[in-house]
């Protein structure tokens, strides 16, 4: 067998890829094809950490195809065709001569699975394959960070991934995913981006067209509230007292043709908020149902066309605020501490404390400011009271999946997992499959 | 697209946003609006949201669709010699994308015995608590009024004549 390991994080929104053993990949780039207003024809998006800061591209009202839906392969063609670009054109491998670490989404489709192996195997000729899931590569690239001393906390974790199209909490035990204790909510970093286009259009500018400008705003002015009443307060009040009021500036197509936030500092005042400020601030407790009205709607409404800019209060935190409460947005689905609670109760009692005390934020929708704080303060009235809650948030929450893969691809057990190219042509995918299943 | 072209962005009221035939026919019925809420959820997973809208209504060639058929023809060329109509047809009805709800139709998980981890017994359920909270769908803010016509909410006169002119029963589709 060949001793290259391309490690392959197929994300719904990002791939995260380069070689197995190396720190960090060598590529991030999105997992789409993209059809800008100045193209007839469909173009593969730069990678999202390339040298030069400048994308070539401008993306204003940008079509955008995805091979993903759900999280999920829908369309192998379309992945077929960004692999090989990645494969010869950003990694510069040979995939006949390399062996491939994939990460799959949990529960993937029989369908799905075997239209993976065949892109795997018969398209591209990978000579050796090991599908792997997020959950439990977070959990090897955690534990391998953490010198523990007690030997139970380093074989379980409890690992909470919040990515581009659906949130799971899953315990993983001795760098297994426990599948029949994994919970999932359907919401993700997408649909948190286009509830945001949804709030600025029919509140401001229509942006429904803007996917990437959104995803930048949301990306660098959203935040976890700690309280939805009191900010719900804050982001009323009028002129400097309004410490959530912010101003983001759209392209001009011109000067510019990305989005950036007008005044950084304005957009970082809302950090003031701690519960200990908020006090001072306000003076008094702020009741929601009797808020003084001190600016009336249209203030907030007038909005300066020549500009091209729009001002955003409350969207910075009711949108993350999904994820803690789907109900709110009419969704029959629990919120993400009884998420967590759900999942531990699915596994063993046993492992229940341990659980609790390595709770592992891993995905890039849990980059949030104050997304940990906020998980903490509605999980601890959840959990008995003998037990500890200890949340982690990953280093980088993009990329810890990848190093998880990385440090799995570069172990000296990682050959013997794999399934090999004849393997899989003499026993078939289904079979094969069962290889990677505990 | 319009040739106001002094920016790319446009000014909700200046567009007529296109409503969903399934949410039309969803809100015909007041006993409906829970689908019309399940729709407009399903929306937040779309791409494109605008996209397509603007290209039906200009009959522009370059849709999704002919793309996509333009990009199946390149890739079944290769290798393939001459096929009749009919065969590209039936070929292209079947490589063509499916959507994930009906590949997970397809898989029929309920018929999996209930011990079985699946997609389907991975969901995480409904909340345990019943209370929700409602925010003005128009400012945000708490709101205690529900829109009798389509079931949103709003907070006050003023809201709710935003409302009423420019989202009621209007959806982005
Ligand atoms: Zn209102
Ligand atoms: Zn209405």
């Known amino acids: 067998m060949s001793n290259v390991v391309v490690v392959l994080d197929n994300g719904g929104g990002l791939i995260k890829a380069g070689l197995g053993g190396e720190r960090d990949p060598s590529t991030v780039l999105p997992n789409c094809l993209l059809r800008p207003l100045s193209s007839k024809k469909w173009l593969h998006p730069s990678p999202t950490i390339a040298a030069s800061s400048e994308d070539p591209l401008d993306l204003t009202s940008a079509a955008v195809r995805r091979p993903l839906d759900r999280g999920y392969l829908i369309n192998p063609d379309l992945q077929r065709d960004i692999w090989a670009h990645l494969f010869n054109s950003l990694l510069h491998i040979s995939p006949s001569q390399s062996s491939l670490l994939l990460t799959e989404p949990l529960f993937a489709l029989p369908s799905i699975q075997r239209a993976t192996d065949e892109l795997v195997f018969e398209d591209f000729n990978f000579s050796a394959l090991y599908v792997a899931d997020s959950p439990s590569l977070a959990h090897i690239y955690e534990t391998s960070r953490r010198h523990v001393v007690s030997r139970g906390a380093a074989q379980c974790s409890l690992v909470v991934d919040c990515g581009f199209s659906f949130t799971h909490a899953a315990p993983v035990f001795q760098n297994f995913t426990l599948n029949y204790a994994v919970k999932r909510i359907d919401l993700g970093g997408k649909a948190l981006t286009n509830y945001l286009k949804e709030l600025v259009s029919y509140r401001s500018v229509n942006v429904m067209d803007e996917t990437f400008l959104m995803d930048d705003v949301k990306e660098k002015l959203c935040f976890v509230s700690l309280d939805v009443a009191r900010d719900l307060g804050v982001a009323r009040k009028p002129g400097k007292k309004n410490l959530l009021r912010c101003t983001y500036v759209l392209p001009d197509g011109v000067t510019h043709t990305k989005g950036f936030v007008k005044d950084p500092d304005q957009a970082q005042r809302y950090l003031s908020l701690t519960d200990g400020a908020l006090t001072s601030n306000l003076g008094a407790k702020v009741d929601m149902d009797h808020i003084e009205v001190t600016e009336k709607p249209e203030d907030r409404k007038r909005i300066d066309l020549t500009k091209n800019e729009f001002d955003l209060t409350n969207e910075r935190f009711l949108v993350p605020e999904m994820l803690f409460h789907p109900a709110d947005l009419g969704m029959n689905q629990a919120g993400l501490a009884e998420c967590i609670v759900r999942a531990v109760n699915s596994c063993h009692p046993h492992l229940h404390p341990i659980l609790y005390e390595s709770i592992i934020l891993t995905g890039g929708s849990t980059l949030f400011p104050r997304f940990a704080e906020r998980l903490e303060k509605e999980l601890r009235p959840l959990v008995p009271d003998d037990y500890q809650v200890k949340i982690t948030t990953q280093e980088n929450p993009i990329l810890g999946v990848w190093r998880g893969g990385s440090l799995l691809a570069s172990s000296p057990d990682f050959e013997a997992m794999c399934v090999t190219k004849s393997e899989y042509e003499e026993l078939g995918s289904a079979r094969c499959r069962r290889r990677f299943f505990h | ?173």
Not at chain 2, 35 to 58: K, V
């Open chain 2, 1 to 173: 697209m319009d040739e106001d072209n002094s920016s790319p962005f446009r000014r909700m009221s200046s567009r007529t946003r296109k409503v969903a035939p399934r949410m039309v026919a969803a809100l015909a019925n007041s006993d409906n609006r829970a689908q019309a809420a399940l729709a407009r959820l399903e929306a937040l997973e779309n791409d494109n949201a605008g996209m397509e809208t603007i290209e039906i209504n200009e009959d522009d060639d370059t849709s999704l669709d002919d793309e996509d058929q333009v990009y199946m023809h390149k890739r079944q060329s290769k290798g393939t010699k001459r096929k009749t109509r009919q065969a590209k047809a039936l070929e292209n009805a079947r490589k063509a994308p499916r959507t994930f709800a009906e590949l997970l139709h397809e898989a029929s998980l309920e018929t999996l015995p209930s011990h079985v981890p699946s997609y389907l017994r991975a969901a995480v359920g409904p909340p345990s608590s019943t209370s929700r909270r409602h925010f003005c769908t128009v400012c945000g803010y708490a709101a205690s009024y529900t829109c009798v016509k389509c079931g949103m909410r709003f907070c006050s006169c003023r809201c709710q004549n935003i409302h009423n002119d420019t989202r009621c029963l209007k959806f982005v589709a």
